[in-house]
Each structure stands twice: as structure tokens, then as C-alpha cells.
């Protein structure tokens, strides 16, 4: 499985990005995808997920009503579309890939992930 993030930057406060991931390696349109973070001395966090059929998404409360996860299984592609951004949203952000048709009942945590991106830097300035 790969895993290959884009569209990471610098952004003012306030401001909008849009990350990518590429997936190749796997059946894309039967995985869960998410999106975790981690900030400088930080343990990795979780930001958002997504079912394979896109039926049901997951935010982390920091991002809700702030940050959008999609996907395109066409493209074999996931999406995080990041709004309003803050300076405590600076992190280096990770694509990551779950298993086939899985769905989470809980929040969804980095055990419930099983292959990982290299990761793209959002620096957001105040």
C-alpha cells in the first residue's frame, strides 16, 4: 500500500487548504480512509475518517464544522478540505488507510489504521 499526501503549505489564519492523498496498492474503494495530524512535541491525533461508500464521516471536535473528508474512489483519492484555519492547526498531517469495509462506532483511533502516508506540512501563521 501507498499512501502519497499532497497540498500541505503556509496559510494565514483564516485561511483555506486543501490536502490530497493518493492510494495506490490497494482496492481503494472498499477502505477506510482518515487523516491524522502531528504538531511539533505532539503525539499524532486524529482528524477525520471515512467509510468506503462515503456513508458515514468522522471530525475530531477540534476540526468539526471547519474541516471536510471526501473521496473519490474513481481517482483513488481522499480528500481534506481544511477552512478557517488556526495556528494550532500547524502540524504535519498523515494520510492513512484502514481495512476493507470497515465502519467505526466509536472515534475512530491510529489502531484502526494500518498503512500510513509520509505526510504533508500545514503551517498556518497568525
Known amino acids: 500500500v501507498q499512501l502519497q499526501a499532497s497540498g500541505g503549505g503556509l496559510v494565514q489564519a483564516g485561511g483555506s487548504l486543501s490536502l490530497s492523498c493518493a492510494a495506490s496498492?490497494?482496492?481503494?474503494?472498499?477502505?477506510?480512509m482518515g487523516w491524522f495530524r502531528q504538531a511539533p512535541g505532539k503525539e499524532r491525533e486524529f482528524v477525520a475518517a471515512?467509510?468506503?461508500?462515503?456513508?458515514?464521516?468522522y471530525q475530531a471536535d477540534s476540526v468539526k464544522g471547519r474541516f471536510t473528508i471526501s473521496r473519490d474512489s474513481a481517482k483513488n483519492t481522499v480528500y481534506l478540505r481544511m477552512n478557517s484555519l488556526k495556528p494550532e492547526d500547524t502540524a504535519v498531517y498523515y494520510c492513512?488507510?484502514?481495512?476493507?469495509?470497515?465502519?467505526?462506532?466509536?472515534?475512530?483511533?491510529?489502531?484502526?489504521?494500518?498503512?500510513w502516508g509520509q505526510g504533508t506540512l500545514v503551517t498556518v501563521s497568525s
Open positions: 492513512a488507510a484502514g481495512s476493507p469495509f470497515k465502519v467505526i462506532v466509536t472515534t475512530p483511533d491510529i489502531t484502526d489504521f494500518g498503512s
Open positions: 496498492g490497494l482496492t481503494f474503494a472498499t477502505y477506510f
Open positions: 471515512i467509510t468506503w461508500n462515503a456513508g458515514n464521516t
